[in-house]
């Protein structure tokens, strides 16, 4: 559980980070830092809590979250924070936080009544949703939508997550496995340099 | 009962048609596709749940928009299903979705201890709600609020199912009239090629 | 109790025109006028319920909110009301409904379990959210988050009221300081055209 936690807040930093940037290429002032960086942060475990009806939503109940979302939009803020050199480093945890935030909310949501179908696409949501947000606050079509392997990986810890729970595998295990598929698949996108195929006009076969 | 069900199920094909079309306008992945199938399907009848506390949310308790939502958002990626000659199916589809959807959306909020005001209201949010998401994700003024006579017959359902409930008509026949009223609005609408005033800068009258 | 509620309405009047001002920039028809002075009278307040699960959502248990917030929309749209030489009183109607609704959404997050740093948050999503999303809608980057002292009042509402509920002080009491320590911050803002340093690239500083 303790281990989870870290892992979580590892990951909210990431996400919050990808705020805070976000904000800095669109040279807003520390409120907008704040938002951006709370969007991916805890919009989409947000989005999962409200669709479950899950009272109280995750980060009212701790607020840890919000927290280690704000300490990041600051230090990104103040240049206490430079990426510069560890964008990498960032890019890892980020990767981890999108396998764990999805793994997580897919068994929070099986937990919570829904079916194997509806608790894949909540895990996916957990991981994405925030980000499609923040990317919709400044203006452009959400990064996830066009090609990046990025919803493909969330969505890969989900269905990991929904076999292992169908298999009788013991929760801890179906998280580990998970995350680590999750984490897999984007860690090959990211090698890699994978995408996934976009829609091209005029259709061209069948 | 299983007459509404099915009638439902094609105006949520067509609703997430309007979506994946969305999507191929802007050269989307596959994800893409189904997150924007996913917005018009469920994001009005979403938003109207979360807003009623109406749970579980309704596709949470019944996963078949979902996975008709998604069957929708896959044939029009991998073209099994090109509009193409069938656009004016489409169309009467979608007129008869956003009839329904407004209707049955008013009779739940009245349901659920909304007044006739606030259940029009959420009757209208129910039919359009989802494809002004889907055009703000895609980075575009909604097309509902700009002219079209689409909100309009969605309020006309709204309003006559609130006046035959508030006139103690059977709520059978109130369903009826309320999808025959919004369906004629839209079909009006979209015969005649009506479309609502907008606001003209600068003022001009008065 | 009365006079909260009386100022409450001459608030939702203010954020509602300031909707329907937006769309009468982008040209929408009289839905768009409803749909963007709904989203600032009543949006902020509706997430701040939603994620604090208080039922039902303000506006459904006491529909004169929608309802003056409509009246204000179709009042601009048909040109009953121009703003014109009323657009200082509208910036002070404004500007009260800001602090009022940060004041008082605090004051339901306390009371609804929230810890004072979510609570804060809260408030300041109650003041300023609705209007962030007017300003997606119209697909432009939310003004809020670029310099205005705007947000800034609300965050300053919200910490008042906190400090004077840790204090012990009474609530009516510490509403009104955390109204007049809001709406002292904006009349700054408005007075002496104050604004928020926003971030600069490349970074110049550290």
Do not use: Q
Request: charged share 15%; aromatic share 10%.
């Amino acid at each position: 559980m303790s281990l989870i936690f870290a892992l979580e807040m590892l990951g909210t930093a990431a996400f919050a980070v990808s705020g805070a940037l976000a904000a800095s290429r669109k040279n807003m002032d520390i409120f907008g830092f704040t938002v951006l960086a709370l969007m991916p942060a805890v919009g989409g475990g947000t989005l999962r809590d409200l669709i479950l009806d899950r009272t109280p939503v995750f980060w009212v109940a701790n607020p840890w979250y919000v927290a280690v979302a704000l300490a990041a939009a600051l230090a990104v803020f103040f240049r206490r924070f430079r990426p510069g050199g560890r964008t990498r480093l960032l890019v890892w945890m980020d990767a981890l936080g999108l396998a764990l935030f999805a793994a997580l909310g897919t068994e929070i949501s099986l937990e919570f009544g829904a079916g194997p179908l509806v608790a894949v696409m909540l895990g996916v949501t957990t991981g994405v949703a925030g980000g499609m947000i923040r990317d919709v606050i400044c203006n452009e079509i959400p990064l996830v939508l066009t090609g990046d392997i990025y919803a493909t990986a969330a969505f890969a810890a989900g269905l990991v997550f929904v076999g292992a729970d169908a298999l009788g595998i013991d929760r801890n295990l179906g998280l580990v496995a998970a995350v680590a598929a999750g984490f897999g698949v984007r860690a090959a996108g990211i090698v890699y340099k994978l995408s996934l195929p976009s829609f091209k006009e005029p259709p061209d076969t069948n």
